[in-house]
């Protein structure tokens, strides 16, 4: 029965043979009933009939309803075969990645079999390693302290080498300073024995003159005589300056006579009284120009 509502061919013509019945009957009616009695039935008849025509609106509304729900069904249809297609083709892959999984895990068992039976001796090598690392550990204290140690050893060091290099340079400079005053001392010793020297051939010379004034004087010389009571000008000899000659008054020297019979002793005594080298008064000729002061007339 639902088949047959279900296709609008054969509810049509349903319909139509009912209507035609239905107008049979009425016109059958209508001759026998009297008028009331048909209208009451026409009224029925509509109502009736407009009841069907609801229904049927109904039916085609709910007919219409499954006709989408089916199109519906069939697009679902479509996409769960799709996914079936979909889900099959995944199953097939997941087979061969379950076997290829099944290999993996018997691989996978035997190697935990295999090392489940090296697992004690991986523990011995373990705790092994770990005093090992603990005695390690220890060394490595140790040899910190030492390096910290060697590190403040070596920064002692180097202060020290610093300190050494220091002192090197300042020996260099000492042994420069050493040479050259080696080279002074040289040039002075050279010096002091041309002093010498010439200290002896002035000595020499001021004998001869001693000799030869001592002669002169025993032959009855009319030069002037001058006695060590008689105070000379000494600012009259060249490099005598105040300060010598009131040092030379202090020392007893007072006259040219005097200081034309020192010897090389003398000149020496003197200079060093005074402060100044032996080798100024040779240079300067003191006694030289005393024994001219002399021999010559006084101004």
Avoid: C
Avoid at 263 to 276: F, K, N, Y
């Amino acid at each position: 029965m639902t088949d047959i509502l279900a296709d609008p061919v054969l509810f049509a013509l349903l319909w139509a043979v009912a209507v035609l019945v239905g107008v049979l009957i009425g016109w059958n009616l209508r001759a026998a009933w009297p008028e009331r009695e048909m209208a009451r039935w026409l009224e029925r008849t509509t109502q009736e009939r407009n009841t069907l025509a609801r229904l049927y609106t109904q039916i085609k509304h709910h007919y219409e309803l499954r006709e989408a729900d089916l199109r519906k069904m069939a697009i679902e249809l479509g996409a769960l075969r799709e996914q079936v297609s979909t889900y099959e083709s995944e199953r097939a892959f997941l087979l061969t990645t379950a076997q290829a999984n099944t290999v993996r895990m018997e691989k996978a068992e035997a190697a935990v079999a295999q090392w489940a039976d090296r697992l004690p001796v991986l523990e011995a090598e373990a705790r092994r390693l770990q005093a090992e690392n603990t005695a390690l550990q220890a060394e490595h204290t140790r040899l910190q302290g030492q390096l910290n140690a060697w590190k403040t050893l070596h920064m002692g060091f180097s202060n020290m080498h610093q300190e050494l290099r220091r002192l090197e340079e300042k020996a260099a400079l000492l042994e420069q300073e050493r040479h050259q005053l080696r080279e002074r001392l040289i040039l002075a010793n050279s010096e002091i024995e041309q002093q010498k020297r010439e200290l002896l051939r002035y000595a020499e010379q001021l004998r001869n003159l001693t000799e030869s004034y001592s002669a002169s004087a025993s032959d009855g010389d009319t030069g002037p005589t001058q006695t060590p009571e008689k105070s000379d000008n000494l600012l009259r000899i060249h490099g005598i300056s105040e300060q010598h000659a009131q040092r030379l008054h202090e020392m007893g020297v007072f006259s040219f006579v005097q200081i034309s019979e020192w010897e090389a002793d003398d000149v020496a005594d003197v200079a060093r009284a005074l402060g100044i080298s032996p080798t100024k008064i040779v240079q300067d000729d003191w006694v030289g120009q005393a024994q001219m002061l002399v021999a010559g007339p006084q101004p």
